[in-house]
Every structure is written in structure tokens, then in C-alpha cells.
């Protein structure tokens, strides 16, 4: 078995920036593809990154987040990252790493294709 840790999460102003990261332990993740989503109060769990296994390869965004966040993974320390810039408050929400075991340089987008699941971090972005 496997366990995801996410950190990173915090309050923020407007315009800051903050970078997550998923911790992953009890296995080896680094031919698992990693996935990113979020969920705000009273919405459904949205995807918002997706990085597929092999490292350097393929990435994924969703459009409301392209271009501000950055997804990356460090197989050597069985971390994978989401460094946040220019973060709006429809950006708060609680975030969650996911992982599943990979398929050469696909990207997972949909909350049903990931079996591990971290606890997730809380992200407030402030007016």
C-alpha cells in the first residue's frame, strides 16, 4: 500500500503565490502518474493538473489554471509539486494529490482513473 501527504497549503493574498507538495510513501510512485484537483465548499472535486510517470514528459492543465500553476515531480525524493502563482480567491479550495500506476506519457483527468488519494490541503486566497 501507498500513502499520499500533501503541505504546502495556507492563506494567501491575492496575486501571491504558494507551492504545494504530495509526499508519497510506502511504495515507489515513480511509475505513477500524479494528479492534482481541488474542491471548493459546496462544489464537485474539479481536476486541475495531471503529470504522467515519466519524468520530463507529459503535462496537463485545466483552462482555469493554465498558465498560472506548474505541475513537477522529483522521482528521486518520491515528491511531486504544484507551484501556484497569481492565485485568485476562486482559486481557494481544498487541494488533493492523486496517483495511479502510469501509462507511458498519458495524463489522467478524471477523479475515477486515480486509486491513491492524499488528505488534502486547504488553500484561501484572500481578496
Do not use: H
Not at 486541475?48 to 522529483?74: C, E, L, M, N, Q
Amino acid at each position: 500500500q501507498g500513502q499520499l501527504v500533501e503541505s504546502g497549503g495556507g492563506l494567501v493574498q491575492a496575486g501571491g503565490s504558494l507551492r504545494l507538495s504530495c509526499a508519497a510513501s510506502g511504495r515507489t510512485f515513480s511509475n505513477f502518474a500524479v494528479g492534482w484537483f481541488r474542491q471548493a465548499p459546496g462544489k464537485e472535486r474539479e481536476f486541475v493538473a495531471g503529470i504522467s510517470w515519466r519524468v520530463g514528459s507529459t503535462k496537463y492543465y485545466a483552462d482555469s489554471v493554465k498558465g498560472r500553476f506548474t505541475i513537477s515531480r522529483d522521482n528521486a525524493k518520491n515528491m511531486v509539486y504544484l507551484q501556484m502563482n497569481s492565485l485568485q480567491p476562486e482559486d481557494t479550495a481544498v487541494y488533493y494529490c492523486a496517483a495511479r500506476p502510469g501509462s507511458g506519457s498519458y495524463v489522467y483527468r478524471t477523479r475515477p482513473d486515480y486509486s491513491y488519494w492524499g488528505q488534502g490541503t486547504p488553500v484561501t486566497v484572500s481578496p
